[in-house]
């Protein structure tokens, strides 16, 4: 019998690594019927839900940055993605679906987006080229658990590397990075055993429940034996102490600078758009500044003091904006403050800023002292907001967190404690990255040699590294 290889999650990790795996055998000429049968099992009735909505529907695809660029801006260290992002680089992701009818643009910020800003486009494509290329999806097929068995003579997975046992982190060394189980298949919650010889993980995290990501595979690698690093939602609005935020709510800032500060620490800043809430602010800059602030809120101990210092008027000094507000004070000189900084701030913003400044709004503007005068230019510049918590997973665009890749091989994705089990997507801790490329790395060539090729000779192997089946391959 041919081996089977199952893929759980139908998202683009799962999706693109049916479609990596079936151009595979295509490249190799195996004729269908010796080639390995391909499932992806997906829970919901459709697969790519949470792509649909990705850049508010619109389909925020890839970065046309630099490959050292997107690397650098991975959380945590991006060097793990190194040989997934260069196997399959933004400009593969890009080639493949204009190649699959979907034509693509760049936009500011070097966002990259189908033409039709459909994100719909985007899950059409990855589905058809699947199911073209061979791949078997059963959709409305939730699985309980992956199937296994103890090896009795552990050996190392036939995709692992030989440098393995050298990495600096070295958190399990000698035979305790050797495969002591064996992947078997998985079980549905319908009570169906689907067997195979490799499975897939491409579960996804926690966020956005709603479109199948559970977490499902958090608990399946623990019951492994994989360690799971402590997950929180990233890329999620922040709820703030401030109630005044709730009367702003709706309004829109651009091109403002937001600096995170932890334990009176400034940790990261971002430039552009923010956005007031009911419940505290989102909006680009807060997305790429949450997950830090998550970090520090929901995973550290005691939890840290986390703060928003948003800068008013980012292009104007200090200096500069000290001239500008007494000539806003001259010009409005016997009008109450609250009324006298409607050239320089929005409306629903001068209220908390004189309250922050410890100025009484219906203070007459031309009796305003010196030194109010300064503390009013510190807080246009420094607009503090303290950071009580985060919005839920059902408003947090990734998770930060999940199983720990000094567990998993980077050039292959390969579990390094279960024989064909493998990883993909946002299941593992390091495959959350900033909103600009998070679809990016959703796109990773999952396991660039999942079958070893010798010249014409396709080798296919068995989980203890003795050949199995060799299969000639005909021109």
Same mark, same amino acid.
């Given at each position: 019998?041919?081996?089977?290889?199952?893929?759980?999650?139908?998202?683009?990790?799962?999706?693109?690594?049916?479609?990596?795996?079936?151009?595979? $055998?295509?490249?190799?000429?195996?004729?269908?019927?010796?080639?390995?049968?391909?499932?992806?099992?997906?829970?919901?009735?459709?697969?790519?839900?949470?792509?649909?909505?990705?850049?508010?529907?619109?389909?925020?695809?890839?970065?046309?940055?630099?490959?050292?660029?997107?690397?650098?801006?991975?959380?945590?260290?991006?060097?793990?993605?190194?040989?997934?992002?260069?196997? $399959?680089?933004?400009?593969?992701?890009?080639?493949?679906?204009?190649?699959?009818?979907?034509?693509?643009?760049?936009?500011?910020?070097?966002?990259?987006?189908?033409?039709?800003?459909?994100?719909?486009?985007?899950?059409?494509?990855?589905?058809?080229?699947?199911?073209?290329?061979?791949?078997?999806?059963?959709?409305?097929?939730?699985?309980?658990?992956?199937?296994?068995?103890?090896?009795?003579?552990?050996?190392?997975?036939?995709?692992?590397?030989?440098?393995?046992?050298?990495?600096?982190?070295?958190?399990?060394?000698?035979?305790?990075?050797?495969?002591?189980?064996?992947?078997?298949?998985?079980?549905?919650?319908?009570?169906?055993?689907? /067997?195979?010889?490799?499975?897939?993980?491409?579960?996804?995290?926690?966020?956005?429940?709603?479109?199948?990501?559970?977490?499902?595979?958090?608990?399946?690698?623990?019951? /492994?034996?994989?360690?799971?690093?402590?997950?929180?939602?990233?890329?999620?609005?922040?709820?703030?102490?401030?109630?005044?935020?709730?009367?702003?709510?709706?309004?829109?800032?651009? +091109?403002?600078?937001?600096?995170?500060?932890?334990?009176?620490?400034?940790?990261?800043?971002?430039?552009?758009?923010?956005?007031?809430?009911?419940?505290?602010?989102?909006?680009?800059?807060?997305?790429?500044?949450?997950?830090?602030?998550?970090?520090?809120?929901?995973?550290?101990?005691?939890?840290? $003091?986390?703060?928003?210092?948003?800068?008013?008027?980012?292009?104007?000094?200090?200096?500069?904006?000290?001239?500008?507000?007494?000539?806003?004070?001259?010009?409005?000189?016997?009008?109450?403050?609250?009324?006298?900084?409607?050239?320089?701030?929005?409306?629903?913003?001068?209220?908390?800023? /004189?309250?922050?400044?410890?100025?009484?709004?219906?203070?007459?503007?031309?009796?305003?002292?010196?030194?109010?005068?300064?503390?009013?230019?510190?807080?246009?510049?420094?607009?503090?907001?303290?950071?009580?918590?985060?919005?839920?997973?059902?408003?947090?665009?990734?998770?930060?967190?999940?199983?720990?890749?000094?567990?998993?091989?980077?050039?292959?994705?390969?579990?390094?404690?279960?024989?064909?089990?493998?990883?993909?997507?946002?299941?593992?801790?390091?495959?959350?990255?900033?909103?600009?490329?998070?679809?990016?790395?959703? $796109?990773?060539?999952?396991?660039?040699?999942?079958?070893?090729?010798?010249?014409?000779?396709?080798?296919?192997?068995?989980? +203890?590294?003795?050949?199995?089946?060799?299969?000639?391959?005909?021109?």
């Amino acid at each position: 019998m041919n081996k089977r290889i199952i893929i759980v999650g139908g998202g683009p990790a799962g999706l693109m690594a049916g479609i990596a795996l079936a151009e595979e $055998f295509d490249d190799l000429c195996i004729p269908s019927e010796k080639r390995p049968e391909i499932i992806l099992v997906e829970k919901m009735q459709k697969c790519g839900r949470k792509l649909r909505i990705t850049g508010k529907g619109r389909g925020n695809l890839t970065n046309a940055s630099t490959l050292p660029e997107i690397i650098s801006n991975i959380p945590g260290g991006g060097s793990f993605l190194n040989s997934s992002l260069r196997a $399959f680089t933004n400009d593969d992701v890009v080639s493949f679906f204009e190649e699959a009818d979907v034509p693509i643009k760049v936009e500011r910020g070097n966002r990259v987006f189908p033409v039709s800003d459909n994100a719909e486009d985007l899950v059409t494509a990855l589905t058809v080229s699947a199911r073209q290329l061979g791949v078997r999806i059963r959709t409305s097929s939730p699985v309980a658990g992956l199937l296994w068995e103890q090896l009795t003579s552990p050996n190392f997975n036939y995709l692992q590397d030989k440098t393995m046992d050298k990495r600096k982190s070295g958190i399990k060394k000698s035979a305790n990075l050797m495969p002591q189980k064996r992947i078997k298949g998985v079980r549905l919650r319908s009570g169906e055993e689907i /067997l195979a010889d490799i499975v897939i993980v491409a579960t996804g995290g926690l966020s956005y429940p709603a479109t199948g990501s559970s977490g499902d595979g958090y608990g399946w690698a623990r019951s /492994l034996g994989h360690t799971i690093v402590a997950t929180f939602p990233a890329l999620v609005p922040l709820e703030t102490e401030d109630d005044w935020t709730a009367e702003a709510a709706g309004l829109t800032l651009k +091109n403002v600078r937001a600096t995170l500060r932890i334990d009176g620490v400034d940790e990261g800043q971002e430039f552009g758009e923010l956005l007031f809430t009911h419940f505290g602010v989102s909006g680009p800059i807060v997305l790429r500044l949450s997950r830090r602030a998550s970090e520090a809120l929901n995973v550290q101990a005691p939890p840290a $003091f986390v703060e928003i210092l948003i800068d008013l008027k980012p292009a104007l000094t200090r200096n500069q904006l000290s001239v500008r507000l007494d000539r806003d004070i001259e010009k409005y000189a016997g009008k109450v403050m609250k009324n006298a900084l409607v050239d320089l701030l929005p409306m629903k913003l001068i209220g908390p800023i /004189l309250d922050q400044s410890f100025i009484d709004g219906m203070q007459i503007a031309n009796g305003l002292s010196r030194e109010s005068r300064f503390r009013l230019v510190d807080t246009v510049k420094s607009l503090s907001l303290v950071v009580a918590g985060t919005r839920p997973y059902t408003e947090a665009i990734v998770t930060a967190g999940g199983v720990d890749t000094d567990e998993i091989i980077p050039k292959t994705m390969a579990s390094r404690l279960i024989s064909g089990l493998y990883w993909a997507g946002e299941v593992s801790i390091l495959m959350v990255i900033p909103a600009d490329t998070i679809c990016r790395q959703l $796109f990773p060539l999952v396991m660039q040699r999942v079958l070893q090729r010798q010249g014409r000779l396709l080798r296919i192997y068995q989980n +203890n590294g003795k050949i199995k089946q060799n299969i000639t391959v005909q021109s």
